[in-house]
């Protein structure tokens, strides 16, 4: 192993075992309020440094989310600062992704003529990292001028091809999974140019579950939430990265219940992973299974990209459970609930 391989390695598990552990969501979970949440986080864990300057009584909720964001963020980039080989290319994957959610939050808000609403949930330390005009962005009114703040992006040859309906609403669901089949194509690319033998087969073989929950979870999205027959819930899926059969996807397309969809998936080879986890929403299954995979790697892999990304996966998933503390706690849930919703 090469000393740059090493030192990857080293570095990633060495903020994997800084991770919160049990007790800290134990102390977490019995905290009142915001504030008592950000004195333990600030106090105890990992985090104090990205809060080391910050006044606990005065910080605003939203505040503090961004601020933990940040923090991971940063965190990604040093790791990504390495030159493992594939460092670059998932840079640029973490790069596209955020991209690609804050184009996804814009249209939903311009949907709902509700633009105002995105430069104060934007995450200001992204902007100098990315080629998406946010100035012009934030003050778009219509498609056509968020076309303009897109221009110099590498979507705006997706983006556009589409346009409002008359009702003025926008194809989302189908411009997200474009946008999405543009990241994986792209990082696939970046695995088979730089990664040989066994550690392209664990990424890939990794990518591809992770895509396989996807495509379960859309399907169970679309046909919950939109009447679309199964040949338009399919062509709202990216397929080309995935290990289920194509007969078992149109199954699940054409499927006539959520159980019956389940049922389909529980019969796949990577569907029975299903069994072996707890959950109590559908939608927490794709990143419950995401933490699992991504947390065996940490364990057991000896490949520096696959434990560079699983660290990240595993860092994403800890502050979705720290956002979901500040939330249900904001909310006044019961500790019981908001447990639940954690993914440990």
């Keep these: 192993m090469s000393t740059t391989s090493f030192a990857v390695l080293t570095k990633a598990r060495s903020k994997f075992g800084k991770r919160l552990?049990?007790?800290?969501y134990t102390s977490l979970l019995s905290c009142q309020s915001v504030p008592e949440i950000m004195a333990y986080l600030k106090s105890y864990t990992h985090y104090s440094n990205s809060l080391h300057d910050i006044n606990e009584r005065d910080i605003h909720r939203g505040r503090l989310e961004a601020l933990l964001r940040q923090n991971l963020f940063y965190?990604?980039?040093?790791?990504?600062?390495?030159?493992?080989?594939?460092?670059?290319?998932l840079?640029?994957?973490?790069?596209?992704?955020?991209e690609v959610e804050q184009i996804i939050r814009f249209l939903i808000l311009l949907n709902s003529n509700s633009t105002d609403k995105f430069i104060y949930q934007f995450p200001a330390y992204f902007s100098k990292h990315t080629e998406i005009d946010i100035d012009r962005l934030a003050n778009?009114?219509?498609y056509s001028e968020f076309l303009k703040a897109a221009s110099e992006s590498p979507y705006y040859d997706i983006l556009k091809n589409y346009s409002a309906d008359c009702k003025n609403r926008l194809p989302i669901s189908e411009i997200e999974n474009k946008l999405y089949n543009f990241i994986f194509s792209n990082l696939n690319t970046v695995i088979k140019k730089n990664v040989k033998g066994r550690e392209r087969q664990e990424l890939t073989s990794f990518f591809y579950?992770?895509?396989d929950y996807n495509i379960f979870s859309r399907i169970l999205r679309l046909k919950k939430y939109y009447n679309l027959t199964p040949d338009e819930i399919k062509s709202n899926l990216f397929l080309d990265y995935t290990n289920i059969s194509p007969k078992a996807i149109d199954m699940m397309c054409q499927a006539e219940s959520s159980a019956e969809v389940f049922s389909i998936m529980q019969n796949t080879h990577n569907g029975k992973l299903i069994n072996k986890i707890g959950y109590v929403y559908a939608s927490d299954i794709s990143p419950r299974i995401k933490y699992r995979l991504a947390k065996k790697n940490m364990h057991f892999s000896n490949n520096p990209s696959v434990v560079m990304i699983s660290y990240m996966f595993v860092a994403e998933t800890e502050l979705m459970n720290v956002i979901s503390l500040i939330e249900g706690t904001r909310y006044n849930l019961d500790s019981k609930i908001i447990q639940s919703l954690l993914i440990t």
């Design 75 to 89: 965190e990604f980039d040093s790791l990504c600062r390495y030159d493992s080989g594939i460092s670059s290319g």
């Design 91 to 98: 840079a640029s994957y973490i790069i596209e992704t955020i």
């Design 209 to 211: 579950t992770i895509n």
């Design 21 to 24: 552990t049990e007790k800290d």
């Design 140 to 142: 778009a009114k219509n």
